[in-house]
Structure formats: structure tokens, C-alpha cells
């Protein structure tokens, strides 16, 4: 403590109010710790959304799915999964494209499809659907 020996106008106050406020920080909250079960019962979940979602994204790519139908009544895998990404799967959709359309909606390129509002999810798949 290079500061308990500095000379301040308030002399030794400062320096107990100091030590008063470090030593009564609370404690560190540590995380519940999982089980090794659980940690595997998570991953396996994980990696299974994650290959819903590429499959998803492939028959995006494809044009077997239509990308409004899909955001219109989203299947649960893809509720965590970033708009802007979803859009980027869809053909002649790049990022400027992507980032208009967003923008014309309001909707911010970080949003998750389970995070939109009905508005933006209306207003999305409307213009989604005339643009086809």
C-alpha cells in the first residue's frame, strides 16, 4: 500500500477508510459447479442445436425453406440464433443487403429470433415475403 504512506490533507483518515472499504468487499459468489453428467447432458444438447441449425441453414442456402416461413413460426433450435446470420444463409443475401433490411425494420444486428418483438417479426416477414 504506496498510498497508506503518502501524506494527504486528511492525514491517516483516508488511508483507514481505504482499508475499511477493501476489507469489507463481500465475497466472491462462486458458480454452482455441474456435474460431469450434467456437463455432458449440455453439450450433447448443444451440439445437437447446433447441427438442427446448419441443416436449417443448408436447406436456407438450397431454397427449400423459405426464410420468412421460418422466422414467421421459428422451430426452437433457432431461437437463440442471430437474424443477421439466418439472413446471411438465404441466396443473394449478403451483409449489406442484410444490414438494410434490418435497419428498414429496426432491428439490430445482434437481435436473436426468440428476442423480437411481434413488431419486428411481423414487419420482417412482410418484407421478407415481398421480396421473393
Do not use: W
Amino acid at each position: 500500500m504506496a498510498l497508506a504512506t503518502e501524506s494527504t490533507p486528511l492525514g491517516g483518515q483516508q488511508t483507514a477508510l481505504r482499508q475499511e472499504i477493501s476489507s469489507s468487499s463481500s465475497p466472491i459468489v462462486q458458480p454452482l459447479s455441474r456435474s460431469h453428467v450434467q456437463r455432458m447432458d449440455a453439450l450433447a444438447r448443444a451440439n445437437e442445436i447446433r447441427s438442427q441449425r446448419a441443416h436449417l441453414k443448408r436447406e436456407l442456402k438450397a431454397g427449400r425453406v423459405a426464410i420468412s416461413d421460418l422466422l414467421a413460426q421459428p422451430p426452437s433450435c433457432i431461437s437463440t440464433a442471430k437474424v443477421f446470420d439466418l439472413l446471411l444463409a438465404v441466396p443473394r443475401y449478403g451483409r449489406v443487403k442484410v444490414n438494410k433490411v434490418l435497419a428498414h425494420c429496426r432491428i439490430s444486428p445482434s437481435k436473436t429470433v426468440g428476442g423480437l418483438s411481434e413488431r419486428q417479426r411481423t414487419e420482417l416477414v412482410t418484407m421478407l415475403r415481398r421480396q421473393r
